[in-house]
Structure formats: C-alpha cells, structure tokens
C-alpha cells in the first residue's frame, strides 16, 4: 500500500469512522468544534477579592493592557462585563458583581447575572468563604451548574507568614486550606483552590485547569485547554498531547485527499485550516508577542530572540499572524507556501495541490517546531529546570 493511502486508512481509524467520506465529515465537525466551540466562563465573589485580576490574568493580559478588566482597592465592578478571549473569540469570561452586601439575596444574583449564559462559576474569596459564598453555591448548584471556590491572594499571605520564625510555607497553605473547607464543609465534598494572581505558576492553578477539563463535558474541554494560560512544564505537554491528537481532523479537513488535486486547483479555503490549527498551536503555547513580552518581564530576561531561533515560529508570527490580523481572508496559498517551504520533506507539495500526507507532515512537523521552541523557552527562562 502506497504511503499516502497508508496515512489515510490511519485516519478514518482515528476517525472512529468506517468510510472516508464520513471520517472526512467526523473530520471537519471535530475542527469546527476545535475553532468555535462556546465557553463561558463567569467569575463572581466578594467585592475586592480579585475577581478582575484573576480574569485578566486568564485573558493573559495585564491590569493596564488595553481591554483589560478594570481592577483596583476600591469597588471597581459593578455590572457584569463579557472578555472575549484575546485570540479565541468562542471563549468569553465573565466578570460578575461582588457578592458582599449584607442583604445579598443568591437567586436574584443569579438572575440578574443571567446565570443560564455560563457554563461554570469560580467563586473568589480572598479571606475565609462566608455565609454569601455559600448562599451562591447552593443557588448554582440548584440551577444544576457546577461551580469552584478559589481562596485568592495567597502570596500576600505567604508574604506575611514569611516574616514569622518557623515560616514553613506548605504548613501555611495546609490551614488555609483547612480553615475554607470547615466553612464549605455544609455543601458536601467542595475543594477550595489556592491561587496567586501574581504567579500562576504557583499553587494550584494548574490543579483547578485539570478539574474544569475533567469536569467539562468533551467538546467543551478543547476551548479550555487552548485558552488557559501554560502555567508549569505539565501544562505545555498536556496542550501540545491535545494538538496532536486532532492532527488527523486537521488534515482530513485541510486536504483535499484521497486524489491529488489537479495542479492550479486553488486549495487555500481548505489549507486555511491548517495555518490557523498551527496558530492555535502557536497561542496556546504562548509563543505570541504579547505572552513572551509578559515572560520576559517576570523572569527579567529577553525572551523574543529564542522564538527568532525556530524559522517556523518566526514564519508563523511574521507570515500568518500578521496577514491574518490585517485580513483573515488573505491567508492564500502564498502564506502557506511561504510556511511549507520552511519544513524539510514538503517542499513545493503545494503546488500541486495539498495531498493528505503532505497535511499530515506540514502539521506533525510544524507543531513538534512550535512546542519544541515553547519548551526551549521555558527551560532558558529558568522555569524548568528538569524535564
Ligand atoms: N497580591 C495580590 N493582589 C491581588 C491579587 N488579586 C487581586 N489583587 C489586588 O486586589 C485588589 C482588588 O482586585 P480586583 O481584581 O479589582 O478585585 P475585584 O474582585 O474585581 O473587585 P470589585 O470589582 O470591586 O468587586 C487590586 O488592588 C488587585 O491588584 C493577588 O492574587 N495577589
Ligand atoms: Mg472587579
């Protein structure tokens, strides 16, 4: 059997599909989930407890980016605001109104917050969980939604602890720990997650993205993973194992398989989907401007030349990110050419016309380019030290 033919019977078996025909549909409904897939994540709490901060840092923004939430000592949130997802429009976040008055009332919260619109809650405390945290979660939980403490600001408590004798900063974590969970001991089995807006890295960022993913139903969990911010050297790897694993829909959606397209056939609708799966690939692993400006800055190193090193990442941010931020529909078959001819082995392939397996390696090849270089980069920044 010839290779190409090999590649795509591989394909129909990822598929879970019987024919080509109808792996190339399962093909193109996995990627049109990939791309468009709803996810509305709200974020609600107490007045001050770091609401807006903690959104801003999910949208992998700064406090002062432009179309940051606004945050600050004082109230600063009064409505409920949508952010959309710097480079996932299908992913919005959700800044609630502080839960702190007195007289606070959970069903009309929930109400007025149009509660039908998320697909889960994070409840933020930044002291201990009070009787308001609990009305709501007993109300989310009625409506049959899930929600998740998180206790915010904890390096503001290990700052203080730190100046104690005996420091010991996991004995520190475990009795806050302990003291949130005595309050949400009423709701039954309820984990509260620690978090640090100022070092996601830290804590149990990375713990609360496997319990939403585990949590959220399967073609919901692809928005999740691609959106959250790569926060530990596991949470590169869990990405880069997701984008390989829908290689096969990729290329399926992308190539006009099965016959080579006759040449001069114009194949860049359909390669489109690959230059914006490797996009994704490329954001999701916070290869982009904006995440390794923000690196650089908390490591105190420059990080930008290290993507220069990868011709493919550079490519992807100089050909692709560029064009596709002036007009999206200028991704022609010349972006792609430009971004095959940087990969060994696919050469002029697209001239005439994409076939499955020269997809299949532009992919395979350009995303083990992108995670390696997103690797490298971690490892110079001093965030991983062992692999
Ligand atoms: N040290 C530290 N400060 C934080 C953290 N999260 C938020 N803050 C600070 O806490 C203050 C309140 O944060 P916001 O994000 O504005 O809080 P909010 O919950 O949106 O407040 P309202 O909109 O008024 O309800 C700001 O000064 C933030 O900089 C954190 O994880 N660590
Ligand atoms: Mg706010």
Sequence with gaps: MATEDRAVVEAIKASGESTLKRAKAKAKETINQFFNV??????????????????????????????????GVTETTMERTMYEHPTMPNVKIWDLPGIGSPNFKANKYLKDVKFKTYDFFIILNSERFTENDIMLAKEIRKQKKHFYFVRSKIDNDIYSEQMKAGFNEQRVLDTIRKYCLIKLNELGNSEVFLISSVDLEKYDFEKLQNTLIDDLPFHKQSALLQAWPVCSAAALEKKIKFFKKLIWAASLATAGIAAV??????????????????????????????????????????LLEYRAKSKFANAIQNKAVTTIQACAAAVTISTIADLLSLIP???????????????????????????NTAREIRKVAGLDTVY
């Design 38 to 71: 709803p996810l509305d994540i709200a974020v609600t709490g107490r007045t001050g407890s770091g609401k807006s901060t903690f959104v801003n840092r999910i949208l992998g923004l700064r406090d002062d980016d432009d179309g940051a939430a606004p945050t």
């Design 261 to 302: 397209p006759a040449p001069g056939t114009s194949v860049a609708g359909e390669a489109a989907i690959a230059i914006f799966f490797l996009l994704r690939c490329y954001y999701a692993f916070g290869l982009d401007d904006r995440s390794l400006k923000r690196l650089s800055e908390k490591v105190n190193m420059p």
């Design 345 to 371: 082995g696919v050469g002029s392939a697209v001239s005439a016309g994409l076939t499955f397996g020269s997809t299949q390696y532009f992919l395979t090849e350009g995303l083990n380019e992108l995670a």
